[in-house]
Every structure is written in structure tokens, then in C-alpha cells.
């Protein structure tokens, strides 16, 4: 059989699954969308977690994909073991299967047995299966399972082993959905067992390398409750999970994942560089090995937005390209040299994963940059990093101080996990604990650091109760409450639950937050940077302040409030009402969003992607990818465009349609952003104001069109005017800009107006001759500075003459020692000109002057003096002072406290002492 490629055996993963009914759905963003619990995503789970809390449905039931995932942080820390073997990864891809409530164990251990043993031809004999039996005895033995498997063509029956909780049990979390696992192992043949010939646990979920878990087929069928109660799930699901490195190194029969073809053009890159023969790089494969990697992941961390930095996410990034960086030194890479391994990463990957492509130019360049920054202070760093080093030995300890760390870091950029490496190098150790609780008191003082939030879907099962109950009483249908924020600002209806406490309640008081359940609600719910409606419920004699709003379970959105006036009552007509004229501020600076994001691309370029925003009544926020600030002529011009595009009265048109179509016709997607099979599309359509009436809206180009579930206006002359309050920078790589549109960009230039017209009053101009007469009072200025300076240097000059008289003869040396008052750096070397006029030959001068504390110190030799051993520099040296120069002119200072006198009185000392 061929050898297939990585690239090729990801795709007959993927089509095999499709030709048996699967969507093939993209994977998701790095950088989990909707999730603030995970730092990354780190498993092929994430992306369909909501589907099996059951607050999120698909139009499919089955799916195949390949995640991108990545483990270098929490409990999911892969970092340490990489480059130390040929199987941990930071980044890597999960090959995945599932089924939700379609499909079960026969259909998925079925397939997996084709695809193995017949699309890739796995020899039968040698792959082995594991089910689970409860090592407590409490959970049914999955026998479904191992009869499936006993009954696959070609299956050796005696190859199915029985595994407890730790192998082969699954659970989302402490309670809730869970089940049995089945996993897949291959036998790799003694050759590869690392303990060959030693005695030890030989066999699948043993001690040693013969047996490898190829597969993990997860069949979610129970709900585990708190009391330990077991029952089954009405739907049951199957979620499975193969390491995509592993196959590859499986199917290509390498003993490595790096010696996989998916790292043959990284190492190529690599050895081209270091000169080294495969023999020489294969001697000392670590290195080879972590960059491969942390470039990868450097990479693909880019490509979704996550650039260098000091915090979470961005650390992460920065960390893994110095590590790289550093490990580059250890096989002679003193230059940057990352980008060019990133090239290889995006040839091999940039196929299937368009995004790499697509920010090229934005990943190398932010490797060589992160890589310079880290080249200018790695040396500090590491020197003091072995000074410490040395210190803990001679005090007989093993474990560097973590805030000591943390200071190398905050000074040198040296990330904890490069320390950690260059002491475990030497037998020592770190202590991250420390480290951390350093980073955490840093951030906090400097205003970051914010918590990650508390896990969504909490009180889902609540809901979920209360709906199946609304359900019944056919109070809501199957999809339980409309939600249209598009149409419906004003919406009638019953009350058909009240919650307060966490309790629901039939009836709630005056004061009480509460939380409502309407048939259908126009609120907004916060999303996409946009920020949730406010507004007012009221009944025919009662009200209720609504606050927020929020999706609490599938199917279930709740208005959250409180009780102004009346007692509300389950039951009661009721009307919820959107506050307009907020709302509609909101829509001037979601639109207006659009439009910048427009702007910034055509004058900034491609790589000004969204990496953040808030569009909130008052203002908007917008952060993009862009590693330089903008210039003045270029903040002006986005405003200018936006501007444009309000005054051209731009068709603002929603419609929506397949995610694939509106990504086929080139809209807009957001990174980190969690998109559904159906999405809304934004249009901004250029102006056809001066068209004929009939023409219809495809006749028309698009001047933006992005996925947004977002409110818009329906033309952009609605927004009134844009303006521009900040630009300035919100992380390493992002900027942010904040503007105004609106009834806000008009009071923002109403107080400025007012502030110009005081300004005008102070000066006694009109307001248009401000700036000049700014430029007058600065002229004036700085003509006097220049007189004061003048006057100084004149008095310096006079204190000096007198100074001269007192000149001292030193054996036959002309010698001034003296202090100026007043006086800078200029005026003092004016002075030692005028002294070397009057002493061509046989003069020495040292002059100091103190002004708001600080000391200038100059001296001056004749050269017929240098030339007999007497130096400037020698001369401040000796008097205690710091500096230096040339031998016959020298500039320092004299240490805080000095006293100028006694300095002054060591000159005489000092020449004598030179000149024997
Ligand atoms: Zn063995
Ligand atoms: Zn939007």
C-alpha cells in the first residue's frame, strides 16, 4: 500500500466519515469562543460542549472534524515532556467522530474497525479493544461494546479487555452526562518496547511503549447524579477522539510523531541552517524537536489572534517563541530564526487551515519581532539567572524562590518556563507556586489580571426543569421562547415564570430581583461585543426595571430585573418593552463598528483583524491586530472614510444564510467568535441613493459585509457623525481605538467646543486664532528660556574670572578646582574653553555644578600633561566621582550625598600624585 501523507490521512479520516453521513465541520478557534473557563482549546470536545449540556443545538446529528487544540496550560500541561520524547505536543490535532443522539456503539465501533483495518490497512491481529467493568462494581459492565467488537470480520475475540473508571470511564465533569469508554490499541511489536528484556507490565495499558492507544470511542449515555444515582440519557451520544500525530507516525511507520512528514519541512528548514547531517541532528534531537513544535503552535496561536504578550493567552505565545528561541542557541541559531520555520509549518498546514495563509505576513513577522525583543536581554537575564543559580547551591538549597523568578521576568523578559529549564539543566528547580502568586500581586497592581468566570450552563438543569414543565402545560413550544431582537423592540404576552432567590415563585414584591420568563422576548442578549438590552416590563399595575438578559438553558432566555412598582404575578398580561432610544444608540455604534473595521483595512491593511469590541450605548471599542500605533494622518483618514460612508447614506441589509455560503462570498468572520450552521450576514451596500427606485439590492456592490448577529441600522446616514476619541495601545500587537457617533459624537464636540472657546477667552483671540496665538505665547517662551540661559552662562562666566585668581600651582601645573552654581553641561565645557585659552600648556581645571540635586562634573588636562600619565578621567575616578571620556577631557557625576567641597579638595592630591 502507498504511503499516505498527513495531509492525505486527514482527509480520508474526514471523507470516509462524510460518505457515512457526517458534516464535516470546521474546527474551532484556539481561543475558545463563549467560554471563559478554557484558556485554550484543548480537546475536540469544547467545540460541541454545549450541544451535550443541552444548551445548544445543531441542524446535524452527525459530525466529523480535526481540532486544533493546544495544552500548555492548567490541568492539561503538556509543556515539560515536550522535545524530551517523540510524542507530547503543545499544538496538536484530534481527529473526531460523533454522534448526537443519531447514532450508537455498533455504527461508531463498526466504522472505526473499517477505517483501520481497511481504508489504512492495520494488520487485525495486532489492534486490541478495551470496555469498561467497574472496579466498584456499581456501573453495569459495558457487554454491548465487547459484543460489538467480538463480532467485527477479523477480530480476534480474545483481544478484548476489560478496564476500570481510570481507563475507561468518561465524565464531563464531577456529575452530569457521562459514560463508557472504548479504546483502540495497537501492538507495535517487541522491537519497540523500551523494556524489553527487563521485567515489568507488558501489555495494552501496561508499563512500557509496545501498546499504543490509537482511539478513544466515548459513548455518553448516563446522567450521574449528586447522590450517585445513575440514569440513562434519553439521547445517546458518541464522541471519539484520535491523536492525529500518532496515526500519521502509525501509518507512515516511524517510531517518532517529529519523524512524520508533517515535520519534514520545519526540520529541513532547520538542519539548513545548522549545517547538521540527519545523523548529527538525530544525535541531539531535543532542540530539533522544540522548535518543531513551538513553532507549530507559535503559528496557529497567531493565526487566531493570539499574539506575544504579558498576560494569559498572549504569555503563552510569548513563552513558547523565546523557549524556542532559546533552544535555537543550544545548536548554534543566534539569529532569528523562527519565521522560517513557520514558513515550512504554514506550507504543510496552510491547506486545510486556511487562516495560516491568510496571516502569514502577521505570524513571521511577529516571530522575529518577539524573538529580537528577547535576543536584547536574554544574556542579562540568564547571567543573572546563574548568579542566583550559584547562590542557592553555595546555600545548599534546590529550589529557586519563585518571586525571584518573577523578577527576571518582569526585568529580562525570561519566562518562568526558560528558567525552570536552565535549573532542571543543573539538577535545580524552580518554584512556580511562588511564581504565579508573584505574577498574580504584579497584575493586580497594575490593574489586570481578571479572574476567569465562573462556568456557564450552571443553573441550566434548573431551567431545563422549568421548561419541560412550560412545555407541558403547552405554555412554550418546542423551541421554547422566541427570541426575535430584530423586529420586535415591544413584545405582548403572559408571565410565565418568576424566579427569586433561585426559586420560582408565583407571585414576586415590590424591590425583589427577579428573574422572568416571557413567551418571546425583543431583548438583545450580550454577544459579539454588543451589550444586552435594558428596558421595562410592566402588567396593569406593576413594573419591572429589566436590567439584563441572559440564555440560560436551551431554549430558555431569562429577563433579569426589578420590581418597581406593584406585585407581578405569574399568569399576568404583561408588556416587555425595549428602551428605544438606548437601543438605538447601540445600532449607530454597531454599524459604525462595521464601517471602521472597513477603514482599517484599506488604509492599515489585511492584518487589522478584530481582536476585541465593545459596542455599548455610549461609545464603541474596537481592538485589532496591528503591531504599530497609527499615525495621526491615518487615524484621520479611518475617520474620514467612516464619515464618508455615513454621508453616502449607505443600505444597511441583514440576511441570513448557510455559513459556508456566506464564507464562499467572502464575509467577514471573527476569530474566537462561535458561529452556528446558520448565521446572520451584515451588509453595507454602496450607496444607491441616486439609483433609479426600482433597482433592486443586488445590482448594488459591497462596500463591507461581515457574520453578525449584532442590531444594525437600516442605512448608515442614521449614525449622524463618527469621531475618533482614542487611539492607543491594548496589548503587545492590538490596538484599540474608541469612538463616539451619534447624540455622543455630538456632545463630545459640544464640550470640546466649549473647552476651544475658553481657551479663545483666556487668550483674547476668536477661536480661530488660537493656534496662533499659541504659537506666539510659545515663541515667547522659549526667547525667554534662551535669555535666562544666557544670563546664566554671563554669571557663570563672572564667578569664573574670580575663580581664576585663585588658581593653584601644583608642582608646575596650573590647577582650578571649582564649584559653578547654576550652571549645565554646555556652559561648563564653555568654561574649560576659556580655561584652556588662558592655559594652552601645564593647566588642569575640574569643575562641578549642583542643580535640583544632581551634580555635573567636568575636568580637562592640557595634553602636555596627558602625555606625562595624568588623565581627565583618572582624575574624576579619584576624587570619588563616576564617568569618564577622552584622556584630555572627561564628563561624570559625583554620587548623591557627596559633599562638592571635600571632592574638590582631592584634585590637588590627585595631580600630584601623577605627576612625579
Ligand atoms: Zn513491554
Ligand atoms: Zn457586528
Same mark, same amino acid.
Given at each position: ?25 470546521p474546527s474551532m478557534s484556539l481561543v475558545p469562543g463563549g467560554d471563559s473557563t478554557l484558556l485554550f482549546t484543548n480537546s475536540g470536545?469544547v467545540q ?10 445543531? =441542524? ?6 480535526s481540532q486544533k487544540c493546544m495544552r500548555v496550560a492548567g490541568k492539561h500541561n503538556d509543556l515539560e515532556d515536550v522535545g524530551r520524547?517523540?510524542?507530547h505536543h503543545t499544538f496538536f490535532e484530534m ?44 456501573? =453495569? *459492565? ?89 440514569? =440513562? ?10 491523536g492525529f500525530e ?11 510523531n517529529y519523524?512524520?512528514?508533517l515535520f519534514?519541512g520545519s526540520l529541513?528548514v532547520l538542519?539548513?541552517l ?12 531535543t532542540p530539533y524537536r522544540v522548535i518543531c513544535d513551538h513553532a507549530r503552535s507559535a503559528a496557529f496561536l497567531i493565526a487566531d489572534g493570539v499574539v506575544p504578550g504579558n498576560g494569559g493567552r498572549n504569555y503563552v505565545t510569548r513563552m513558547i517563541i523565546r523557549r524556542a528561541a532559546r533552544f535555537g542557541t543550544k545548536i548554534?541559531l543566534n539569529e532569528p530564526f523562527l519565521a522560517k520555520v513557520a514558513e515550512a509549518v504554514i506550507a504543510e498546514y496552510g491547506?486545510f487551515y486556511p487562516e495560516l495563509e491568510k496571516n502569514k505576513a502577521t505570524i513571521l513577522d511577529n516571530l522575529t519581532r518577539e524573538e529580537i525583543r528577547f535576543a536584547r536581554t536574554v544574556e542579562a537575564g540568564t547571567?543573572?539567572l ?16 519563585g518571586?525571584?523568578a518573577f523578577d527576571l521576568y518582569a526585568t529580562y523578559g525570561l519566562p518562568f518556563e526558560i528558567s525552570r529549564d536552565i535549573a532542571r ?5 524552580v518554584?512556580e507556586a511562588?511564581f504565579n502568586a508573584a505574577k498574580e500581586e504584579h497584575s493586580k497592581?497594575s490593574g489586570g489580571g481578571k479572574a476567569m468566570g ?53 407571585? +414576586? ?20 461585543g ?52 438606548? *437601543? ?16 482599517l483595512?484599506?488604509?492599515l491593511g489585511d492584518h487589522a483583524r478584530q481582536a476585541g469590541s ?7 471599542r474596537f481592538d485589532f491586530t496591528q503591531p504599530d500605533a497609527m ?37 467577514m468572520a471573527l476569530f474566537g467568535e462561535k ?53 492607543g495601545s491594548a496589548a503587545a500587537g492590538i490596538r484599540r481605538i ?21 481657551? +479663545? ?55 582650578? +578646582? ?76 559625583? =554620587? ?21
Amino acid at each position: 500500500m502507498k504511503k499516505l501523507t498527513g495531509n492525505e490521512i486527514r482527509q480520508t479520516f474526514i471523507d470516509f466519515f462524510v460518505e457515512h453521513g457526517h458534516t464535516a465541520v470546521p474546527s474551532m478557534s484556539l481561543v475558545p469562543g463563549g467560554d471563559s473557563t478554557l484558556l485554550f482549546t484543548n480537546s475536540g470536545m469544547v467545540q460541541f460542549k454545549d450541544v451535550f449540556i443541552g444548551t445548544d443545538k445543531k =441542524p446535524y446529528t452527525r459530525a466529523v472534524d480535526s481540532q486544533k487544540c493546544m495544552r500548555v496550560a492548567g490541568k492539561h500541561n503538556d509543556l515539560e515532556d515536550v522535545g524530551r520524547d517523540d510524542t507530547h505536543h503543545t499544538f496538536f490535532e484530534m481527529l473526531g467522530n460523533w454522534s448526537f443522539g443519531d447514532y450508537y456503539k455498533k455504527e461508531a465501533i463498526a466504522w472505526s474497525w473499517q477505517l483501520l483495518t481497511e481504508v489504512w490497512g492495520l494488520p487485525k491481529d495486532k489492534l486490541y479493544a478495551t470496555c469498561f467493568e467497574d472496579d466498584k462494581g456499581d456501573i =453495569p *459492565r459495558d457487554d454491548e461494546a465487547a459484543d460489538v467488537w467480538k463480532g467485527q470480520p477479523g477480530f480476534d475475540p480474545s483481544h478484548v479487555l476489560f478496564f476500570g473508571r481510570k481507563e475507561n470511564f468518561w465524565q464531563m465533569a464531577e456529575f452530569g452526562s457521562c459514560g463508557p469508554c472504548s479504546e483502540i490499541h495497537l501492538d507495535l511489536g517487541e522491537e519497540r518496547d523500551n523494556l524489553r528484556g527487563t521485567p515489568h507490565k507488558c501489555g495494552v495499558n501496561g508499563e512500557c511503549t509496545r501498546y499504543l492507544e490509537l482511539w478513544n470511542n466515548v459513548f455518553i449515555q448516563y446522567n450521574l447524579f449528586e447522590d450517585g444515582r445513575l440514569e =440513562p440519557l434519553p439521547a445517546k451520544h458518541v464522541d471519539t477522539g484520535m491523536g492525529f500525530e500518532r496515526i500519521v507516525s502509525v501509518l507512515q511507520g516511524v517510531d517518532s510523531n517529529y519523524k512524520t512528514d508533517l515535520f519534514t519541512g520545519s526540520l529541513d528548514v532547520l538542519r539548513s541552517l545548522t549545517g547538521h547531517t540527519e545523523k548529527e541532528m538525530l544525535a541531539d534531537f531535543t532542540p530539533y524537536r522544540v522548535i518543531c513544535d513551538h513553532a507549530r503552535s507559535a503559528a496557529f496561536l497567531i493565526a487566531d489572534g493570539v499574539v506575544p504578550g504579558n498576560g494569559g493567552r498572549n504569555y503563552v505565545t510569548r513563552m513558547i517563541i523565546r523557549r524556542a528561541a532559546r533552544f535555537g542557541t543550544k545548536i548554534g541559531l543566534n539569529e532569528p530564526f523562527l519565521a522560517k520555520v513557520a514558513e515550512a509549518v504554514i506550507a504543510e498546514y496552510g491547506n486545510f487551515y486556511p487562516e495560516l495563509e491568510k496571516n502569514k505576513a502577521t505570524i513571521l513577522d511577529n516571530l522575529t519581532r518577539e524573538e529580537i525583543r528577547f535576543a536584547r536581554t536574554v544574556e542579562a537575564g540568564t547571567a543573572h539567572l546563574e548568579n542566583l543559580l550559584s547562590e542557592l547551591r553555595a546555600s545548599n538549597s534546590k529550589t529557586l524562590d519563585g518571586h525571584k523568578a518573577f523578577d527576571l521576568y518582569a526585568t529580562y523578559g525570561l519566562p518562568f518556563e526558560i528558567s525552570r529549564d536552565i535549573a532542571r539543566e543543573q539538577g535545580l528547580d524552580v518554584d512556580e507556586a511562588g511564581f504565579n502568586a508573584a505574577k498574580e500581586e504584579h497584575s493586580k497592581a497594575s490593574g489586570g489580571g481578571k479572574a476567569m468566570g465562573k462556568m456557564g450552563g450552571e443553573d441550566a438543569e434548573f431551567f431545563a426543569g422549568i421548561l419541560k414543565d412550560l412545555q407541558a402545560k403547552k405554555k412554550l413550544g418546542a423551541n421554547g421562547v422566541e427570541y426575535d431582537p430584530y423586529n420586535s423592540p415591544r413584545v405582548e404576552g403572559e408571565v410565565l415564570a418568576l424566579i427569586v432567590n433561585g426559586e420560582s415563585v408565583s407571585s +414576586a414584591s415590590l424591590d425583589d430581583q427577579v428573574e422572568v420568563i416571557l413567551p418571546k422576548t425583543g431583548f438583545y442578549i450580550e454577544a459579539g461585543g454588543q451589550v444586552n438590552d435594558t428596558g421595562i416590563i410592566q402588567g396593569d399595575d406593576w413594573q419591572i426595571e429589566v436590567t439584563g438578559i441572559r440564555r440560560a438553558s436551551a431554549g430558555v432566555i431569562v429577563h433579569i430585573g426589578e420590581v418597581i412598582s406593584g406585585h407581578p404575578k405569574v399568569g399576568d398580561k404583561a408588556i416587555a418593552e425595549v428602551d428605544a432610544a438606548r *437601543r438605538h444608540n447601540i445600532m449607530r455604534n454597531h454599524t459604525a463598528t462595521h464601517l471602521l473595521h472597513k477603514a482599517l483595512h484599506e488604509v492599515l491593511g489585511d492584518h487589522a483583524r478584530q481582536a476585541g469590541s465593545l459596542v455599548a450605548p455610549t461609545h464603541l471599542r474596537f481592538d485589532f491586530t496591528q503591531p504599530d500605533a497609527m499615525t495621526p494622518e491615518q487615524i484621520e483618514r479611518v475617520e474620514k472614510m467612516v464619515n464618508d460612508a455615513i454621508a453616502e447614506d449607505m443600505p444597511v441589509v441583514k440576511v441570513t444564510k448557510s455559513l459556508d455560503e456566506a464564507k464562499k462570498e467572502g464575509a467577514m468572520a471573527l476569530f474566537g467568535e462561535k458561529y452556528g450552521e446558520i448565521v446572520r450576514t451584515i451588509s453595507i451596500m454602496e450607496s444607491g441613493s441616486l439609483l433609479p427606485a426600482d433597482s433592486k439590492l443586488s445590482d448594488f456592490k459591497k462596500y463591507s459585509y461581515e457574520l453578525c448577529g449584532g442590531t444594525h441600522l437600516d442605512r448608515t446616514s442614521d449614525i449622524g457623525a463618527f469621531i475618533i476619541v482614542s487611539e492607543g495601545s491594548a496589548a503587545a500587537g492590538i490596538r484599540r481605538i474608541e469612538a463616539v457617533t451619534g447624540r455622543g459624537a455630538y456632545e463630545l464636540i459640544n464640550k470640546r467646543f466649549k473647552t476651544l472657546k475658553q481657551a +479663545a477667552s483666556a487668550l483674547k483671540s476668536s477661536v480661530e486664532e488660537v493656534p496662533a496665538k499659541v504659537d506666539v505665547l510659545q515663541d515667547e517662551i522659549s526667547d525667554l528660556k534662551k535669555e535666562l540661559a544666557n544670563l546664566r552662562t554671563q554669571q557663570a562666566m563672572s564667578t569664573f574670572h574670580l575663580l581664576l585668581a585663585e588658581l593653584q600651582k601644583v608642582k608646575d601645573a596650573n590647577v582650578l +578646582a571649582a564649584e559653578i552654581p547654576n550652571a549645565d553641561a554646555d556652559t561648563l565645557r564653555a568654561l574649560m574653553d576659556k580655561f584652556r585659552e588662558k592655559y594652552p600648556q601645564n593647566g588642569v581645571c575640574v569643575l562641578v555644578s549642583v542643580a535640583d540635586g544632581k551634580s555635573t562634573l567636568i575636568s580637562t588636562v592640557t595634553e602636555d600633561l596627558v602625555k606625562r600619565g595624568l588623565k581627565a578621567g583618572d582624575i574624576i575616578q579619584s576624587i570619588g566621582g563616576k564617568g569618564g571620556g577622552r584622556p584630555n577631557m572627561a564628563q561624570g557625576s559625583l =554620587p548623591d550625598g557627596t559633599q562638592v567641597e571635600d571632592a574638590l579638595g582631592k584634585v590637588v592630591k590627585a595631580v600630584e600624585a601623577k605627576l612625579k
